[in-house]
């Protein structure tokens, strides 16, 4: 079955402590791999595209990285503003170009 | 405007009434979807259009629900005889690429 998990569910860090977010899918061929930010009463807000293993995209404090597994969203020496629900979807070649199937999320908490 | 606006903002419908949202893409936009976010859950895929006509309905959970995009800009989602099931937040989205698309605030639809 095609599926996309996402971990931790929730994350509290600090300002100023970087972590990583993991991502990790099962799918019929990875057609892409899209990472969203989501703040509550909000629709996603894209942050990135992946199409190929090995593949990075940066962003201000944000590095995504893929593997042919999973893929990762760095953040470094994070601030209060980035605390947010954090959305990993991907594309796969058994559903059509539109057809996005998304993880549940981790919930960032970046305290000052 | 310059991202996707969805109308209304928050529907409360009873239960068994016919209610229609409304998706005003970002201009030029070909590609443009309909997702559905429950509580605590990433959004789920409802239907994909690409110009006037839906490239991927597989996601329309049942024959109550019916979406049209009749001039290749603006769709309505109607959704007949609504159900409590039903409740959550209702997202439109328009890309110019599949997959890295811009998403509305959503529509929080309620049914009583």
């Known amino acids: ?112 | 405007g310059a991202g996707v606006s969805q109308t209304p903002s928050n529907k409360v419908t009873e239960k068994g009434k016919y209610v229609e949202l409304r998706c005003d893409p970002i201009s030029g936009h070909t590609a443009l979807y309909w997702y559905r976010q429950s509580l605590g859950q990433g959004p789920e895929f409802l239907i994909y259009f690409q110009g006037t006509g839906a490239a991927d309905d597989s996601g329309l959970p049942n024959d109550r629900f019916f979406a049209v995009r009749p001039e290749g800009s603006v769709s309505t989602l109607k959704i007949q005889r609504t159900e409590r099931g039903d409740s959550a937040v209702y997202l439109c989205a328009s890309s110019l690429t599949p997959g890295s698309a811009f998403f509305g605030q959503g529509t929080r639809l309620t049914v009583v």
């Open chain 1, 1 to 112: 079955e095609d599926q996309v998990t996402q971990s931790p569910e929730a994350l509290r860090l600090q300002e100023g402590e970087s972590s990583s977010l993991n991502c990790s899918y099962t799918v019929s061929g990875l057609r892409g791999l899209f990472w969203y930010r989501q703040d509550p009463g909000k629709g996603p807000e894209f942050l990135f595209t992946l199409y190929s293993a090995g593949e990075e995209k940066e962003k201000e404090r944000l590095k995504a990285t893929l593997t042919k597994k999973e893929s990762f969203l760095h953040i470094t020496a994070p601030k209060p503003e980035d605390s947010a629900t954090y959305l990993c979807a991907v594309s796969y070649y058994g559903g059509s170009q539109g057809n996005l199937i998304f993880g549940k999320g981790t919930k960032l908490s970046v305290k000052p």
